[in-house]
DNA sequence: ACGATTCTGGATCATTCGTTCCAAAATGAG
DNA sequence: CTCATTTTGGAACGAATGATCCAGAATCGT
């Protein structure tokens, strides 16, 4: 087997920076010279890695959620002290919108971003947004067994009001509030659970 | 005063199609061309009144402020029952997410699309944003005084945190989902209050 | 050295973008 | 009618869009 030049580049390390990208700076907005000019890479190299740009974008989709969406589920999985798992993932999307950068969540910015008008991209965030409503519900069931949630709460309707809030936390993260101001919706937020 | 041809039609009535068109279509995505088309209006006229693109998406936003957030915030304004109004408020946004046509809240969308990079849009979208969330805590301190709220919660706490659960409904209502989805989420809101 | 593979970036593609210019048509008041 | 004003849309603007082609340099295995 003869072979070239070695690849210059790992194809992952580059899908990482392409998602911080699309993440803060959006989809539609920025254009290919832009994202070339962040990921380190020719632009030729890019087409021939990843393919076109909305390529690229849900393949981002993908990795942001192996890489960032696991872990809030893998919290929210754990087996001991489900409540405590539940607080600590909403202080996760708290951390989200507390973040300086203001990237808010790419899954939030994208289902916003793309509408109704690409339904294939419209069903990977929507079956990603279920990932994070079956972890809550997950936890939900497990506290509501040790009594650590009160009984008339019915874990469905939660599961999906926490998941609403998360994406709410994310948005509001796109705006560059107090912290106070964050903190407190969280607060707020947690209410739910007592 | 000499005067020439009259104005063929209603600067408010434009107003109001464009203000729809963005909150369906977006801000980026859409050019100019298809605006106009759902305008009924020349191209030249939407210049010479509204000004620039982003002009015009400025004036959508006080309009939107002025026609959709205040039927909100009227709600929550009156004087009687003021939990009653509370959820009448949270189905409001319940409405925004049923709706057939996906266009969530023209705030929420912007604030996404707009990220960071024009301070101006920013601060106006986060003013709006106020706006509900002090319509939010009046009712909540009238239900506290009047024992319709459990004395534990802080009305600065759940003005915010429904404030978000609202974006989110709004982001959520972007997907086409289920009704009764939409419903259990709006449901579990709901159980902050309780 | 040779062939194979890959990287890079300039040139180029048609298309679209927001915007402006302009000229013809329309319609009012004096 | 005349003049002023407004409407309309074609033409054109420079810039930017996503994407492709291509040539040259780089770097591997043989």
Known sequence: MRAGRPKAFEQSEVLEKAMHFFW???????????????LGIGRQSL?????SKRDLFIKCIYHYRATQLSTVIRILKEASDPLGRLK???????????DKSARGCLVANAIV??????????????ETLALLEGGYLDALRRAKRLGQLPPTKKPAHIAKALTNASIGMA????????AAEIRAACA???AMLG
Chains 1, 2 share one sequence.
Request: net charge negative; with cysteine.
């Open 47 to 51: 087409y021939d890695t990843f393919g």
């Open 24 to 38: 803060e700076r959006g989809y539609c907005k920025p254009g290919i010279a832009e994202l070339v000019g962040h």
């Open 188 to 190: 707020g937020t947690l």
């Open 113 to 126: 971003e793309f509408g109704t008008d690409d339904p294939e991209i419209c069903a990977l965030l929507d």
């Open 88 to 98: 600590e993932a909403v202080r996760f999307f708290e951390a989200l919108a507390l």
């Open 171 to 178: 948005v509001t993260g796109r705006l560059s509030k107090d």
